[in-house]
């Protein structure tokens, strides 16, 4: 199974990593880690990949996966990465991504008539791409598959795992990995976050956030 991952300067390197340590235990996988070229790069806080397939290069894929994080916005409005995806996804048997990926999906009009989720604070522009936002960690809309913020990539991962290979053998690299998360706070989603904690959040993140919308709507109306 070709398995492509689309990365990309200042993306969350977990929402690559998780997913990732789970594709390359899939049994006959084999992980293309995709990027305009095949220079280095840096995801948001400096830690570097080294791409192994350009993305004019990339053979056709099984699974078509697209990162997230605060680089996303420029690759909301990038046309070579929009038609890359679009050329992708006419034939590949899985569309997915994980937390604000799910965004560019939406830019590139895949998910236009499709249930999706992302990240918590990017949930209300999924409609400006004709999608129906649902909040839950992994959604499944047909061959569509979306996880939400960071973390969730490795419940999606492994929710893919057992839609290719079976239940058992995603079980079986839940616990290889040692996937058996206690968390030491109930912090971990709005609706189970203290409202101050929310709202500081909210406000932090505010100015990303107002230009994250901006270059969305900018996108739907050029490529959706």
């Given at each position: 199974?070709?398995?492509?991952m689309l990365?990309?300067p200042?993306?969350?390197?977990?929402?690559?990593?998780?997913?990732?340590?789970v594709f390359a235990?899939l049994?006959?996988?084999?992980v293309h880690?995709?990027?305009?070229?095949?220079e280095?790069?840096?995801a948001i806080?400096?830690?570097?990949?080294l791409?192994?397939?350009?993305?004019?290069?990339?053979?056709?894929?099984d699974?078509l996966f697209?990162?997230?994080?605060?680089?996303?916005g420029a690759?909301?409005e990038?046309?070579?990465t929009?038609e890359?995806?679009?050329r992708?996804a006419?034939?590949?048997?899985?569309v997915t991504?994980v937390?604000t990926?799910?965004?560019?999906l939406g830019a590139?009009?895949?998910?236009k008539?499709?249930?999706?989720t992302?990240?918590?604070?990017?949930?209300e522009?999924?409609?400006?791409?004709?999608?129906e936002?649902v909040a839950?960690r992994?959604v499944?809309d047909?061959?569509?598959i979306t996880g939400?913020?960071?973390?969730?990539?490795?419940?999606?991962a492994?929710?893919i795992a057992?839609?290719?290979?079976?239940?058992d053998a995603?079980?079986?690299?839940?616990?290889?990995?040692e996937?058996?998360?206690?968390?030491?706070?109930?912090?971990?989603?709005?609706d189970t976050a203290?409202?101050?904690?929310?709202?500081a959040v909210r406000?932090?993140?505010?100015p990303?956030?107002a230009?994250r919308f901006?270059r969305a709507r900018?996108a739907?109306?050029?490529?959706?």
């Amino acid at each position: 199974m070709k398995i492509g991952m689309l990365i990309f300067p200042d993306m969350t390197q977990l929402d690559f990593t998780g997913p990732y340590e789970v594709f390359a235990q899939l049994p006959g996988s084999q992980v293309h880690v995709i990027a305009k070229s095949l220079e280095p790069v840096a995801a948001i806080g400096g830690l570097r990949f080294l791409p192994d397939t350009a993305m004019d290069d990339t053979p056709q894929l099984d699974l078509l996966f697209v990162a997230g994080g605060p680089g996303v916005g420029a690759l909301m409005e990038d046309r070579a990465t929009l038609e890359f995806l679009r050329r992708q996804a006419e034939q590949a048997r899985y569309v997915t991504a994980v937390c604000t990926g799910a965004l560019v999906l939406g830019a590139a009009g895949l998910l236009k008539g499709y249930r999706a989720t992302t990240h918590w604070l990017s949930m209300e522009l999924l409609p400006l791409f004709g999608a129906e936002a649902v909040a839950d960690r992994v959604v499944i809309d047909r061959n569509r598959i979306t996880g939400g913020g960071v973390t969730a990539g490795i419940d999606f991962a492994l929710t893919i795992a057992k839609e290719v290979a079976g239940e058992d053998a995603a079980k079986s690299i839940q616990l290889l990995i040692e996937y058996d998360p206690a968390p030491p706070f109930a912090c971990g989603h709005p609706d189970t976050a203290d409202t101050a904690v929310v709202d500081a959040v909210r406000r932090r993140l505010a100015p990303m956030q107002a230009a994250r919308f901006e270059r969305a709507r900018r996108a739907a109306a050029q490529y959706c």
